[in-house]
């Protein structure tokens, strides 16, 4: 069974920075597309970031660009998100998954992990 679990997540004041880490289980990610999303309260999960098999091909939501960095580690089944000058409007439960590429990463492959909250104070 297929698992992604979702770390780092804290509680830091504006202008700080969490490093997120996403372990995969049950099969090699190595050839698929990873991404981040985010949900906020009351608000539908968004698109982060995502990168493709060979770290060559990197996508940021325009809210996160400058700020976010993705990577990743084929050989630890691990995708990560570096995370600064955090600003509360960054606040959400932060969750990781596959797809087949970067631009259809909406279409992912696997159910939701328990995600990782993220919480920014003002």
């Known amino acids: 069974q297929v698992q992604l679990l979702e770390s780092g997540g804290g509680l830091v004041q504006t202008g700080g920075s969490l490093r997120l880490s996403c372990v995969g289980s049950g099969r090699s990610f190595r050839d698929a597309a990873m991404g981040w999303f985010r949900q906020a309260p009351g608000k539908e999960r968004e698109f982060v970031a995502a990168?493709?098999?060979?770290?060559?091909?990197?996508r940021y939501a325009d809210s996160v660009k400058g700020r976010f960095t993705i990577s990743r580690d084929n050989a630890k089944n691990t995708v990560y998100l570096q995370m600064n000058s955090l600003k509360p409007e960054d606040t959400a439960v932060y969750y990781c998954?596959?797809?087949?590429?970067?631009?259809?990463?909406?279409?992912?492959?696997?159910?939701w992990g328990q995600g990782t909250q993220v919480t920014v104070s003002s």
């Open positions: 990168i493709n098999y060979g770290s060559f091909v990197i």
């Open positions: 998954n596959a797809a087949a590429t970067t631009t259809t990463i909406d279409a992912v492959f696997h159910s």
